[in-house]
Each structure stands twice: as structure tokens, then as C-alpha cells.
Nanobody
């Protein structure tokens, strides 16, 4: 059974920082592209950042220079370091594991963690 468990969300003031973690089980973690997505009220879910099995990363333009995604394969964990947070970063943040192999896509999601940026 595949599980992705996020943690680290909370309430933070503008300009503050948070570090999200996502621990995966039931998958060969090192083979997967791991990503962080977010969904704000009334908006569609959007990609925030992702890191491939080879370590390449890409970011949404809105978070470049402020957020950093990293992975620790030995711990089956992906992180999202969020600095200089803005009120518009408020959303539920979801962890995603994605693998396309032999023509079959495997796509898994965590339950989400709330991030609220407010004074």
C-alpha cells in the first residue's frame, strides 16, 4: 500500500519560513519524480516544485528564488523549504509521487498539509 504523509504546515507571518516534509512508503522512492503541488480556495491545483529521480528540479515562476525542493532517498523523504512567504502562498500543499514506466503511469498523492501566511 502506497502512502505519502506530509507534515510541517502551519500558520506563519509574511516573510517567514516553513519546511514541509513528505515521507513515502510502498514505492521505490528513488525511481519516482517527487513533487509539491498546492491548491488555494477557489483555485485549481498547481505545481509548486518537483525533483526527478536524477535530481533535476523545476519550480513555478511564483516561487523561484524563495522555495527549494530537495530529496533524501535514504529516508524516502522529499522536502520543500519555503522562505520569504507571502499571503498568496496560502494553500493546501500536496505531495505527489509520479512514475512513467513501461507505458504505465503510477501517480500517488498525500492528504495535504495546510499552509497559512497571515499577520
Amino acid at each position: 500500500q502506497v502512502q505519502l504523509v506530509e507534515s510541517g504546515g502551519g500558520l506563519v507571518q509574511p516573510g517567514g519560513s516553513l519546511r514541509l516534509s513528505c515521507v513515502a512508503s510502498g514505492i521505490i522512492f528513488s525511481s519516482y519524480t517527487m513533487g509539491w503541488y498546492r491548491q488555494a480556495p477557489g483555485k485549481q491545483r498547481e505545481l509548486v516544485a518537483r525533483t526527478t529521480s536524477g535530481g533535476s528540479t523545476n519550480y513555478a515562476d511564483s516561487v523561484k528564488g524563495r522555495f527549494t525542493i530537495s530529496r533524501e532517498n535514504a529516508k524516502n523523504t522529499v522536502y520543500l523549504q519555503m522562505n520569504s512567504l507571502k499571503p498568496e502562498d496560502t494553500a493546501v500543499y500536496y505531495c505527489n509521487a509520479d512514475l512513467l514506466s513501461w507505458g504505465r503511469r503510477r501517480d500517488y498523492w498525500g492528504q495535504g498539509t495546510q499552509v497559512t501566511v497571515s499577520s
